[in-house]
Structure formats: C-alpha cells, structure tokens
Nanobody, 121 residues
C-alpha cells in the first residue's frame, strides 16, 4: 500500500510564504500524477495544483502567479511553494498521488492525512 506524508503547514501572516512537502512511500512502480488539494472551513475540497509524471503542471486560477508545484522523481516527493499568502488560503492541504504499484502494476490512488495552513490577517 502506498503511504503519503505531508509536512510544512504552519501559521503565517498574510504576504508570507510556506513550502509544503508530500513524500510517497511503498511499492511504487510509477507515478502518473501528484496533486495538491485544499479544504477551507465550511467549503468543499478543491484542486490547487497538479503535476504529471512528465512534468506538466496545472494550477487553479486563484493561485496562479503565487504558488508553484514541483517534484523530485527520485524521492517520490511533490512540493508546493506558496508565496504571497492570503487569509483565504487558509485550510487543510492534502496530497494526492496516482500511479501504479510494483505488484501486478496495480493502479493506486492515495491521499495524505493533510497539513494545516493558517494565514492570519
């Protein structure tokens, strides 16, 4: 089973920066996509940014120009650099990884437990 561990969430003032990390472990053969989602209080979970195994990226409109997603393929780790943070960025950020496990090349879709990001005004 593939496990995800997120880190980097913290309390930060508006305008500040944070970098989130998500490390995938387990019997991984390949990763097709690594994504960051967030869920603000009282709102639905939403996609923040994603990166494919080939390096293609996509961002939600509300973070373009402020956030950057990147990956380290050798470490099976995805990062989210968050700059110019706003109070509305507050929420729990979740990592999602889609790929294939070594055993029988079985597809997997794993979620982390989430890391809290709080942006004060």
């Amino acid at each position: 089973q593939v496990q995800l561990v997120e880190s980097g969430g913290a309390l930060v003032q508006a305008g500040g920066s944070l970098r989130l990390s998500c490390a995938a472990s387990g019997s991984i053969f390949s990763i097709n996509a690594m994504d960051w989602y967030r869920q603000a209080p009282g709102k639905q979970r939403e996609l923040v940014a994603g990166i494919t195994g080939g390096g293609s990226t996509n961002y939600a409109d509300f973070v373009k120009g402020r956030f950057t997603i990147s990956r380290d393929g050798a470490k099976n780790t995805v990062y989210l650099q968050m700059n110019s943070l706003k109070p509305e960025d507050t929420g729990v950020y979740y990592c999602n990884v889609v790929g294939r496990a070594t055993l029988n090349l079985r597809a997997f879709n794993s979620w982390g437990q989430g890391t809290q990001v709080t942006v004060s005004s």
